[in-house]
């Protein structure tokens, strides 16, 4: 089964739109709270003194998800490093994708990033099982200079999806940089689907470019994992408690 993994600031109080939920209803959703603590700070200190407040917010959070109609569990992490959790917790629960929250309320069109070296299979994939038989419309977008590749590959991927009972528009940028025409196509759609790999999107999860998107967009975006199968050689510090 699909799964998606979405990491929150949990006592932050960072929380999803009433949009995600419904978006991410057919799929499996792993919540996965986290913390980031000071060098010095012990995770088990922590623990003892927020997890309960943490939890009664992923309990919250993960009944969003059910309510919505997703099979949704939650995990809960104190600790030093953000990126490597997120690392390993999406190896752990074999995620097909992470999403970055954004703000928004129904999902009607969906804008999916084919642009740069990225496995445009497994974007696909998710993005049929993601759709599925529901009204939402999906644009296929691709920022190259190369105008005649770029045709067949958006052509190739409309009949992927197109075979999965998915007539999706193809959208095709060949002037400007791969990253601000993305984010101009954002603007018309409610969520962004990209490949983890995309040009100028490397650190997507962890940089001001998903913020960007996500703002412009003003709704989710949804980064599909290329491979985790080593992800979790980058696990936690031993510190770290789950």
Not at 3 to 12: D, F, G, M, S, T
Not at 99 to 107: C, E, L, N, Q, S
Not at 110 to 116: I, M, P, R, Y
Request: glycine residues 8%.
């Amino acid at each position: 089964m699909t799964r998606v993994l979405v990491p929150l600031a949990i006592l932050e109080g960072e929380s999803v739109s009433t949009g995600l939920p419904t978006l991410l209803a057919p799929i499996d959703v792993t919540v996965l709270g986290y913390h980031v603590l000071p060098e010095q700070t012990p995770p088990d200190q922590a623990r003892l003194q927020y997890e309960d407040r943490a939890t009664a917010a992923l309990d919250d959070l993960v009944a969003q998800f059910e309510a919505a109609g997703a099979n949704a569990d939650h995990r809960l992490v104190f600790t030093h490093d953000r990126e490597q959790t997120i690392d390993r917790v999406a190896a752990e629960t074999a995620a097909d994708a992470a999403a970055i929250t954004g703000v928004t309320g129904p999902v009607d069109r969906l804008l999916v990033s084919l642009t740069g070296d990225v496995a445009v299979d497994r974007i696909t994939s998710f993005v049929a099982e993601l759709v599925g038989d529901r009204d939402i419309g999906v644009t296929l977008f691709l920022a190259t200079d190369d105008e005649p590749g770029g045709r067949e590959s958006l052509e190739a991927a409309a009949r992927t999806l197109s075979e999965r009972g998915i007539d999706a528009e193809t959208e095709l940028a060949v002037d400007g940089s791969p990253f601000e025409v993305l984010v101009d196509a954002a603007a018309d759609h409610d969520a962004v689907v990209v490949g983890e790999r995309a040009p100028s999107l490397q650190s997507f999860l962890f940089g001001e470019e998903p913020e960007r998107v996500a703002a412009e967009s003003v709704g989710p975006v949804l980064v599909v994992y290329e491979d985790r199968g080593d992800a979790a050689e980058h696990g936690d510090r031993p510190s770290d408690v789950t």
